[in-house]
């Protein structure tokens, strides 16, 4: 068995990047200033934005885009319930109705017919979600939308590098994404928003800091005017310059870090292809490139007999940790309590909810530690 446990994830930081967040901690400017705007620019850049916005959370960029669409009581969201609680929770709390789509069962994502199967009248966004890395069918999805007139704001949380025919995501449309610790890139806690929608951009800029006329940060003025008033009421999502110098550190390196968790996928595919009980995901059928964000398999329960929770203590026992990504949103107590939502309205979901788990992948892995993961997964089948 393996001496140290191995996490489901661990950021990969380096002396360099705590030599820059020590350099902004000794300048004396440590809240959103020029390092946040430099770390806006160089994202936007990255990925082929008209522009962008930095953060403190994903979550709160979301909270502000649905803000600045003026999504509210009445309005539906349409989502797949296979997806993390943040975003549901957010369309609750803006006063809409949360609609969820099924996914298809080996991509864990929603294409346009699923979507297009729960549509209505009264649907004002749809929030299609980048799933594990993979890219989610854009074209089509666009085109559905377009002709509903329907607005998109894409979950981009697990797409940081992830190309759709070509385009990195982000590069059109509005996107999402987080910089979580357990993300390609980290910031610590942040996120960002591109969008090619200049007036949403500047919604989101003055929502995330109190509504005042102003961003936190004025490039012309190199800090905060001081005749900014509240154009309307705001909230409190800026991202500090202490977090953005380590968002920075980590975009210079994206593309390594994307390689390497590409290498360590296609390994992985190989060693699993000995074990009958797991299934991984499947590509999907259109052009794509993945940045890897997750590994994650489905377990056969019937043929390991044991349960997916059961597996995956059993993989702690061996020093091997896993995630979950993730349990279906419309299960959880309270969508189930408050909205009645039930087991059965979204199988493939469903299906995938009860088998669903992410083995360890992050890029100061070898592929030892797949080789231990691996004989992990074999050790526990055998037993069981």
Not at 133 to 152: H, K, N, V
Not at 255 to 283: G, H, M, S, V
Not at 315 to 337: P, S, T
Request: with cysteine.
């Amino acid at each position: 068995m393996r001496k140290n446990f191995l996490p489901f994830s661990r950021p990969s930081i380096t002396e360099g990047d705590i030599q820059a967040v020590g350099d902004v901690l000794r300048s004396g400017w440590i809240t959103t200033g020029a390092e946040a705007a430099k770390f806006e620019e160089e994202f936007a850049a990255y990925v082929g934005a008209r522009g962008a916005v930095a953060l403190a959370s994903a979550t709160g960029g979301l909270h502000v885009t649905l803000k600045a669409l003026g999504i509210g009581p009445g309005d539906e969201v349409v989502t797949p319930s296979m997806t993390w609680v943040s975003t549901v929770n957010l369309i609750v709390l803006a006063g809409a109705r949360p609609v969820f789509a099924d996914i298809d069962r080996d991509t864990l994502m929603a294409g346009p017919d699923q979507l297009a199967a729960v549509l209505t009248p009264q649907t004002r966004l749809i929030v299609p979600v980048h799933f594990a890395g993979a890219s989610a069918d854009l074209d089509p999805i666009r085109r559905l939308a377009a002709e509903r007139r329907i607005a998109i704001v894409e979950d981009a949380a697990h797409a940081a590098g992830t190309e759709y025919r070509g385009r990195r995501i982000g590069s059109a449309g509005t996107a999402i994404f987080s910089f979580h610790p357990i993300k390609n890139i980290t910031t610590g806690e942040g996120g960002m928003i591109c969008s090619e929608n200049a007036e949403l951009l500047d919604s989101v800029r003055q929502l995330k800091f109190h509504g005042l006329g102003v961003d936190a940060f004025d490039r012309r003025m190199q800090g905060r005017a001081p005749q900014a008033e509240v154009i309307e009421p705001g909230y409190k999502y800026n991202l500090t310059d202490m977090a953005a110098a380590l968002g920075r550190r980590q975009l210079a390196r994206l593309d390594e870090f994307n390689a390497r968790r590409t290498e360590l996928a296609r390994y992985y595919r190989q060693r699993l292809a000995e074990a009958d009980e797991i299934l991984p995901l499947k590509d999907p059928a259109y052009a794509q490139r993945s940045c890897w964000h997750l590994f994650i398999v489905r377990l056969d329960i019937d043929r390991a007999g044991l349960s997916r929770d059961e597996f995956m203590a059993e993989l702690k026992n061996r020093n091997i940790g896993a995630g979950l990504h993730f349990r279906a949103v419309h299960l959880q107590k309270y969508y189930r309590e408050k909205l009645g939502l039930t087991r059965g309205m979204l199988p493939q979901t469903e299906w995938n909810s009860d088998r669903i788990c992410s083995l360890p992948l992050f890029p100061d892995m070898h592929p030892e530690d797949v080789d231990d993961v691996v004989a992990a997964i074999k050790d526990v089948l055998k037993k069981k």
